[in-house]
């Protein structure tokens, strides 16, 4: 029978010395609603009883604010002066945003009872108006589409989450009204008067939907209610008016929480140990030499030339080559910690392991060191990336790229840039949108081609999804290859073709790294 420790309080005691009968029935049907529990997991022995947490269900899934607060700070930090945590945010956007996300408009021509040539023009409209606001979409002039993307995510990868309001600007220069703006998480806060019904900033509705936020229209800590700006999450026609994008772990969660929670302390400590070794490193390669005089007199007597003495100040660091005189009777006492040697290295792989675990990147992509895989450990690495970052790229598109598509779409339309029939009964037709990233190089080219040639010949895959996944537009580049045909043609040149791909025995069989696999 599975042993339990059942602590005894104050109150237990006290019955049992004025009722032992009856702390013997409060002891044996606390015994019993013990053993109800048949997972180890929720026991409360000695080993863990100081495991007790409060329930996180409802407004409790999200962090106190003082948590958030510091979580931040500290994840800031970390993408400020570490270089694993600067890495892993700077691997995660590049292969995510990638050169940007592009849309590609997937109008349907039958839905919309239209020819299929009138549809290839919508469709063309419609990313010509993305193109055209893209220089533009930064509300304060500085960034593009694309920079307002990276920065986006690397909004929600250090502070878990980012809050883009889309205004409106009056320049006359400007094709599109439409901008956005991208402000800081502090900013959405409550007013002093407001915390109770909206503790997080956000007033929340009988559903849990958002109904309003309140933002702070300063950096700077205010207490005023005027130094609030409420904004309601959405116009009377279900336009988003703010949006506020993270990634959402638990019902009822209202915040976002930094994608470097988990490991922070990993990182701190990491690096605390790193700089502890490159100390020890330094302090080990100073030779320095400590001269003793052994004679009171002499030494009182004695000038020294060129060393500390003459200052007549104390050694409180060495350096190599150093040469001091030491007082009579002083003497160095060093500390000698025992420093790992040869276990530093396995250590700190496996800290970035644990690392690459939490976050899901592969240990490869952590450290950008594949001195120790073969082509196929390398590979299933890559596509174990790809397959987290191709996540994180479509949920990116959905939350971020999609409501600002659906604004210019509109505009464009309003504008007479987009001559699309019935636009409002037809918008989630009209809307419908692919996001192309940044392409990912192959291990093998001559493998990967030959797999993504057969794929589509096979009806596994299509010409527009293996163009996608290089980060190209599947019609720009049969166009492309339509004009240089003809520019052959023209010229009456004879290029060399291979319909067929001759591979050598040791292709064939596979590398090396392969049969040794």
Not at 30 to 41: E, F, H, P, T, V
Not at 263 to 279: G, H, I, N, P, T
Not at 348 to 375: M, V, W
Request: hydrophobic content about 35%; aromatic content about 8%.
């Amino acid at each position: 029978m599975r042993q339990v420790d059942i602590q005894k309080n104050i109150i237990d005691r006290a019955i049992e010395k004025i009722a032992p009968q009856w702390g013997v029935r409060r002891l044996r049907s606390r015994y019993a609603l013990s053993m109800l529990s048949g997972y180890k997991a929720a026991d409360i022995t000695r080993i863990r009883d100081n495991w007790i947490l409060p329930g996180m269900g409802g407004d409790k899934a999200t962090a106190t604010q003082y948590d958030l607060s510091v979580m931040r700070a500290r994840s800031r930090d970390a993408n400020r002066n570490d270089p694993v945590a600067s890495g892993a945010t700077d691997t995660m956007k590049t292969n995510i945003i990638g050169n940007g996300l592009k849309p590609q408009s997937k109008i349907r021509a039958k839905l919309l009872g239209i020819s299929e040539d009138r549809a290839k023009s919508l469709r063309r409209q419609a990313e010509t108006a993305w193109d055209i606001f893209a220089p533009m979409a930064d509300a304060s002039n500085r960034m593009d589409i694309d920079e307002m993307q990276f920065l986006a995510l690397a909004k929600i990868i250090e502070d878990g989450e980012t809050i883009v309001i889309p205004t409106w600007a009056n320049e006359s220069w400007r094709p599109f009204g439409r901008c956005l703006e991208i402000i800081e998480s502090e900013r959405l806060a409550s007013p002093s008067k407001e915390r109770t019904e909206a503790p997080h900033g956000i007033v929340t509705g009988k559903r849990g939907q958002p109904e309003s936020y309140w933002i702070k229209k300063t950096k700077q800590k205010v207490q005023d209610k005027d130094d609030y700006l409420s904004i309601k999450a959405r116009d009377s026609e279900g336009r988003p008016k703010i949006l506020h994008i993270f990634p959402v772990k638990r019902p009822g969660q209202t915040r976002g929480v930094p994608f470097f929670a988990p490991v922070l302390s990993y990182f701190k400590d990491l690096a605390d140990y790193m700089e502890a070794e490159v100390v020890a490193a330094r302090v080990a390669a100073c030779l320095a030499v400590f001269i003793t005089k052994g004679d009171p007199m002499a030494a009182a007597m004695a000038t020294g030339t060129g060393t500390e003495t003459d200052t007549n100040e104390r050694v409180q660091s060495i350096e190599p080559g150093m040469v001091s005189y030491l007082n009579f009777n002083e003497s160095i006492n060093t500390v000698d910690p025992k420093r790992p040697g040869d276990a530093f290295g396995p250590f700190i792989e496996s800290i970035l392991r644990i690392i690459g675990i939490s976050l899901g990147l592969p240990y490869e992509l952590i450290a950008k060191d594949f001195s120790k895989t073969n082509y196929s450990s390398a590979r299933a690495s890559l596509l174990e990336g790809r397959r987290m970052f191709t996540n994180w790229r479509n949920w990116f598109s959905r939350k971020f790229c999609r409501p600002v598509w659906d604004m210019i779409l509109e505009e464009a339309y309003l504008r007479g840039r987009f001559d699309a029939p019935d636009f409002y009964k037809f918008k989630h037709e009209y809307s419908r949108v692919q996001w192309i990233g940044g392409g990912w190089g192959w291990v093998d080219p001559v493998k990967e081609v030959d797999a993504s040639k057969k794929a589509v010949d096979y009806g596994l895959s299509t010409l527009a999804e293996e163009a996608a996944a290089q980060g190209r537009d599947w019609e720009e580049v049969l166009e492309q290859k339509a004009r240089e045909e003809d520019k052959v043609k023209d010229l009456k040149l004879e290029l060399g073709r291979a319909d067929q791909t001759k591979t050598t025995k040791g292709d064939e069989n596979g590398s090396k790294d392969d049969q040794g696999d």
